[in-house]
Nanobody
Framework: QVQLVESGGGSVQAGGSLRLSCATS?????MGWFRQAPEKEREFVAV????????YYGDSVKGRFTISRDNAKKAVYLQMNNLKPEDTAVYYC????????????????????WGQGTQVTVSS
């Protein structure tokens, strides 16, 4: 059973930065981040595939967030810069043991494992 443990959330003012980390206990091929704001559906943020290192971002975070991975530590990171109040949400790490096609990689139903979530709050 794969476990995901997130860290790095917190509170920051608009324009600030935060870095989220997610460590996994098992082998996963695809790891990424989703977020859920109060009374909103879960939203795709970013993902990185082990197979070819390709990365994908949600439109609302492109150019501000960067996903990276450390194979040795079996961890994935989300560097969030120029944060905005609308980025406020609970951020979830997600992983899948197998490959995910580019066409469905933004679909949360494709992910088998989820972290407990970490709160990110951005004040104006």
């Amino acid at each position: 059973q794969v476990q995901l443990v997130e860290s790095g959330g917190g509170s920051v003012q608009a324009g600030g930065s935060l870095r989220l980390s997610c460590a996994t206990s098992g082998l996963t091929f695809t790891m990424g981040w989703f977020r859920q704001a109060p009374e909103k559906e879960r939203e795709f943020v970013a993902v990185r595939r082990w197979s070819d290192g390709s990365t994908y971002y949600g439109d609302s975070v492109k150019g501000r967030f960067t996903i990276s991975r450390d194979n040795a530590k079996k961890a994935v990171y989300l560097q969030m810069n120029n944060l905005k109040p609308e980025d406020t949400a609970v951020y979830y790490c997600a992983a899948r043991g197998g490959l995910v096609s580019a066409q469905t990689i933004r679909d949360e139903s494709r992910y088998d494992y989820w972290g407990q979530g970490t709160q990110v709050t951005v004040s104006s």
